[in-house]
């Protein structure tokens, strides 16, 4: 397996734009979840899936930002309008009941 | 919700020198604790973990210990080498609601070895 595949891996776009982040987690992985990474706060978990179902969305930060898994091997995290506070580094991460693999992020910059 | 601190942030040691990163948790009903390397420009990748029936657990150089009393749990690192510089994260799996979970980490530590 390639392991968590995300895209793209740089996004830079100007403020008030959309940005949509991508995920395919590893075949047969059950749980899918999402961190955003700053210096400031380290590694926070914005929104978990269990089984294509969202389970616990209080780490996201405001309405502007949302999230989806139509099936079992996608999911995108989307913000609309960007702002610059939101630079930061997305990961996504996949698990199986035990461990969990990330993958190498999305490193998003709002100028 | 789980809350996890980790000390210390930044940890420097000398080459072939030994390593101990802290981590505390809130959550009594946590039960598994793993801990990642992350490298830069790298996800966080895991390199070991511990389940709440075991006390401690190595593979070669590294280690983890487990106190569940005083919920505490430790990543030790023998024989340092300037390749084990990187951001460690300790992490620990809560219950939320049914057969839910998440990972809550700590504020990661940034090892340097010094050759």
């Known amino acids: 397996d390639a392991g968590v595949i995300q895209s793209p891996r740089h996004e830079v776009t100007e403020m008030g734009q959309e940005v949509t982040l991508r995920c395919k987690p590893i075949s047969g992985h059950n749980s899918l979840f999402w961190y955003r990474q700053t210096m400031m706060r380290g590694l926070e978990l914005l929104i978990y899936?269990?089984?294509?179902?969202?389970?616990?969305d209080s780490g996201m930060p405001e309405d502007r930002f949302s999230a989806k898994m139509p099936n079992a091997s996608f999911s995108t995290l989307k913000i609309q309008p960007s702002e610059p506070r939101d630079s930061a580094v997305y990961f996504c991460?996949?698990?199986?009941?035990?461990?969990?693999?990330f993958g190498q992020g999305t490193r998003l910059t709002v100028v | 919700g789980e809350n996890v601190e980790q000390h210390p942030s930044t940890l420097s040691v000398q080459e072939g020198d030994s390593a101990v990163i802290k981590c505390t948790y809130s959550?009594?009903?946590?039960?598994?604790f793993p801990w990642y390397k992350q490298e830069l420009g790298k996800g966080p990748q895991l390199i070991i973990d511990i389940r709440s029936n075991v006390g401690e657990k190595k593979d070669q150089r590294i280690a983890v210990t487990l106190n569940k009393t005083a919920k505490h749990f430790s990543l030790h690192i023998t024989e340092t080498q300037p390749e084990d510089s990187a951001v460690y994260f300790c992490?620990?799996?809560?219950?939320?609601?049914?057969?839910?979970?998440?990972?809550?980490f700590g504020k990661g530590t940034l090892l340097t070895v010094n050759p």
């Open positions: 899936f269990n089984n294509n179902v969202p389970i616990d």
């Open positions: 991460a996949s698990s199986n009941i035990a461990e969990a693999f």
């Open positions: 992490a620990a799996r809560s219950q939320s609601g049914g057969s839910n979970y998440k990972l809550t």
């Open positions: 959550d009594s009903a946590s039960n598994y």
